[in-house]
């Protein structure tokens, strides 16, 4: 992949486990990890704090929240909210 | 499986969805499915309510809710109630 033309974007490679252990040692902002379940499923354990929003619907199969092997990681639940068309949003911190 | 030894419990063989069809059409209680994701994954259709709680746990890997192929099968959120330990029962009719 290229670097990026923007500025405020650096693409990075290799552990993505490290760099976010890297980047939690600094100063700075929170980190916000947006991304698929297979990246979720590296990061959990570096993961404080979960927000899900559980829409009304069975898929039957997809892709999974963390893509992991099978490892119970405990949260606390901080409130569940629903926010409309049926959704609700679960927000989870360690 | 050998028959019950319980008269009130009835062993039964054959496809699932037929006999959760059949039951359908005749008087007689609610029927509730209590079971495994590969059960609840070929009773999917039939299901007109859902109860699901949700623990504060992510497991990584494991039995899906209903273990089918991807397909969109919508519900409507009816209530999402906290029932301590960080558990959220969310209660879905079609």
Redesign the interface.
């Known amino acids: 992949m290229p670097p990026s033309d923007d500025p405020a974007v650096e693409i990075v490679s290799g552990d993505p486990v490290a760099f976010v252990r890297d980047l939690k040692q600094r100063s700075g902002g929170d980190i916000w990890l947006c991304g698929g379940g297979q990246l979720a ?1 590296q990061l ?1 354990p570096e993961v404080d704090e ?1 927000v899900v929003k ?1 829409n ?7 892709i ?14 901080v409130d ?1 909210t ?1 926010i409309g068309a ?3 949003m ?1 927000h ?1 911190t360690r």
């Open positions: 499923g959990l979960l559980v009304p619907i069975v898929v039957g199969s997809g999974p929240l963390a893509d992991r092997s099978f490892d119970l990681q405990h949260f606390s639940l569940a629903p049926g959704v609700i679960l989870y």
